[in-house]
């Protein structure tokens, strides 16, 4: 039977005096620079100026990644409140992906109203890079020995050292390694948007702009309600998984803009004039 046996290098790459690289930083650094290069690529397919998503890019990173930080500190502000000083620790870890979509929204609207352009049109050419960045980032959870799931004799089982267990778990070795499972799921979702992305150039207005944002959400969502089940440290509101409750209501607003779309009967966008749109 195959075995493999996941275990944690370490969150540090190299450390030169006080100062350290860490496997966080650079992955959520790889990220955005992936990202941006993906955007302006797409961009460029569906008749967009590519330097608009180059300036979008900075608008989301201001807005996404305090907004992340915040929304992961809210939801443990128990713990955060005896040690503020770590509250802007972000490369300890802890930045939530439903805070970061919070917050890349409310600057992607006002990008999209300040510079007179669609906001579907510009979302459908982030959220390929959004996703793939999430796949990415993932990896800084292995790096950090968290957010991983419950205990497991799975033979990719993960190996999370004693001081990152939770103390109902702290005589188990082996956890399962949901930061796999979600990359790997993500990757899936954007193969699913490429695809339907490069389908929608290829027969000329048959894929309303929006139809990518709206997959996203579902796609997403779908496989984040089930990785959140198995996880330890999911963020609570009482007795619900916050992350669940989230996913829900993104699936939700999927499907009605999915409705709203194709079956409500809205009029066909052409994507080659949807940037001057507002």
Known sequence: MLL????????????IGPLALRWYGLLIASAVLIGVSLSQYLAKRRGVDPELLADLAIWLVIGAIPCARLYYVLFK???YSQRPQDI?????????????IIGGTI??????????????????????????????GRWGNFFNSEAFGRPTDLPWKLYIPPANRPLEYINYEYFHPTFLYESL?????????LWLFFWGLKHKNSLKVGTLTFVYLIAYSCGRIWIEGLRTDSLMLGFLRVAQLISLAEITFGLIGLAWLYWLKR?????????NIK
């Open 4 to 15: 493999v046996q996941f275990q944690s290098p370490g969150p540090i790459i190299v450390e």
């Open 185 to 193: 799921w993500n990757i899936g979702v954007f193969i699913l948007l």
């Open 88 to 100: 802007i620790a972000i490369w300890q870890g802890g930045i939530a992906i439903h805070g970061a």
């Open 77 to 79: 502000w128990s713990d």
């Open 267 to 275: 009029p066909l966008l052409d994507v080659n004039r949807a940037k």
């Open 107 to 136: 600057a992607g609207l006002i990008f999209a109203r300040l510079k007179k352009v669609s906001i579907w049109q510009l979302s459908d050419l982030v959220v390929p890079s959004l996703i793939l960045g999430q796949a990415i």
